[in-house]
């Protein structure tokens, strides 16, 4: 194992890259996907909905700031994660 941690080259670290992995975790809290962990899929909406809005908070902090690529992206994974999130929070009602 520890052979493996020494090849390991982590990815460059960038913004699109930071967006994405928190819509992943978004994505595993709303049940769209396993939670790699368990392989099980498990729906936390309160867990969804806060790294939505954290997701909003760099959108809005980060206007003018982005790349049209950066901030397309961003714009697109709030607008589905958020249609997700809602369609899920109105059938737990």
Do not use: H, W
């Not at 994405?20 to 975790?25: N, R």
């Not at 996907?33 to 392989?39: A, C, D, F, R, S």
């Not at 939505?52 to 589905?80: A, P, V």
């Amino acid at each position: 194992m520890e052979e493996k941690t020494k090849d390991f080259i982590p990815p460059k670290p960038d913004f699109k890259f930071f967006i994405t992995t928190l819509s992943l975790q978004a994505t595993i809290f709303l049940g769209q996907i396993p939670n790699p962990v368990t392989q099980k899929s498990e729906e936390d909406l309160t867990q969804a909905k806060f790294i939505i809005d954290t997701l909003d908070l760099l959108n809005e902090k980060t206007k003018g700031n982005l790349t049209k690529e950066e901030s397309d992206l961003l714009e697109n994974l709030l607008y589905e994660l958020r249609t997700v999130y809602l369609s899920k929070n109105k059938e737990a009602k």
